[in-house]
């Protein structure tokens, strides 16, 4: 802005310098030009006064100009300049007018002289015409004569209208210069004018801060959302270029940053065609798997503008935002439950084909009268083991359904559940020791379940003349036996649904693979601990704990 006024300041100044010098010497040239005349005017009466009084010649009297001497006819008799026969003077301006008013005079070009000239012509006593002829240079001579100058007037000029444009420029400008946008109290020495602009600014600038401070308000709260989340949140433009995340993505992707490419943190095709298809169709999905863990990718399209028919459903979006699910735990219960009812409807099988099979061979009459009882005997156990087996999914089931809360819970007596517990349970010549006290805060019916089917199982897996130790603290129960032990290796093994350790003696001892799992899932609910220590051929030890409540 600056150079713009200086230069309008500039150029105006130098405009106005040029037309004055122009108009000064117009008029110094034509103030000049009648002071000539008057001069020739003057020097004409002086001759004519002498010529008329006295007896002199006009070849005796000197001047620095030509004097001539003209009949009324035109014809010259007399030139101080030109010799000899000069043509007829008749037609100039200056002698017609001599011969008529008495003096005339002219300003012209001299055919003669070949120079501009200034006539004054006399008419005197005698009737002739005494003519004083001056010659000037022309303006273009005078002016080249005079360049040196020129120049150095219009160098001068040129400074002079630097300088005044710098200064006043500087002095144009200083009040808006010192003017801070950021506080409008003070506007006594801002121009007037700018008081309607200054203000609407003003108002501008309260109307940005307000929404700056909206726009600040919410980005704090959506960092506070979206940095709390605990799912991943990824912000990609439009070339699939990592723009933001939050705090629980850099946790689960380490290698997450700024204007990384997708594909270089995930590596997976599928999860860059999900991208890609959500820049141009708004939504998509897919699930993918690392190292071991589920996500499921939901990626939305952040829309810019939409893009051909309805039909087609074609966005043009400026970028893609990935919300990052762990689904483990949800995929992981997906294939328990795939496995449950697989292994459910094989260990259903097996008791109800085996009824079948004594059902059809009696009905046949191929079964010989002494074996009957031993065929009714078998049908009742596979009866029974069935009726078990549907009792233990049903138990499970409806914990799975259950909440903890939703039960009563009481305090238990745990020494008098273990003895009502091991009183129904037939202990087979085993040597049963209880000791201690303790209560614990639960469900009474699943506790007992719980209690229920570890002592059986002590029993179950327990030797000839083996030993059974129940200990009861105040934050523990355990469950030890002398029995044939877990290998190491399925020691983890056994709280899965239908897991039986050896099929061979699984055989022998009736069971459904589903105690342990009752056993766990109650636990769970509860939010007891569970641990289990075995040796095989020496016995195992199941403890219970809780924190006191
Ligand atoms: P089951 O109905 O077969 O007893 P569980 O879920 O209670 O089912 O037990 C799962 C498997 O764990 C059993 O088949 C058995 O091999 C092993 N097991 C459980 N308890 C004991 C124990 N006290 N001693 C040895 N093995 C055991």
Redesign the pocket.
Known sequence: MTRRIFWAIFSASFLIFLLGVVFCVYFLQKEFEKNILLSMRNQAYSIKTILDSTSMSISAIKIPARLSVIEDNGEVVFDSVLQGVLESHSNRPEIIDAIKKGEGMAKRFSANLHQKTFYYALKLRDGKILRIASSRDNFIKIFLDSIFWWIGLLVFSVLVCILLARVLSRLILSPLESLNLKNFSNLSSVYDEFLPFLNKISQQEKTIQKQLKILRQKNQEFNAITQNMQECLILLNEDLRVVSFNKMAKLVFKNLDNHKKLIEIFKSEEILDTANKALRFKRCECDISIDGTYYQILASGILDEEIGSEKSREFKSRGVVLLILDITEKKERENLRREFSANVSHELKTPLTSISGYAELLKNNLVQPCDVNEFGRKIENQAKRLL?LIN?IMKLSELDESKSDENIKERIDLFKSVQNILEQLPTNGLQVEVKGYGEVYGVKTLIEDMIF??C???I???KKNGSIKVIITENSLS?Q?S????AKQ?QK??????????KS??KR???????????KHIANLHQFDIKLK?KMGK??K?TISWKNS
């Open positions: 078990e233990d089917n570890l059986e199982n002590a179950k897996y327990n469950i036996d029995g044939i032990g877990i399925n093994r056994v709280f899965e649904r239908f897991f039986r350790e050896d003696h699984s001892i009736e069971g459904t693979g589903l105690g342990l799992s009752i056993v075995s016995g195992t199941i």
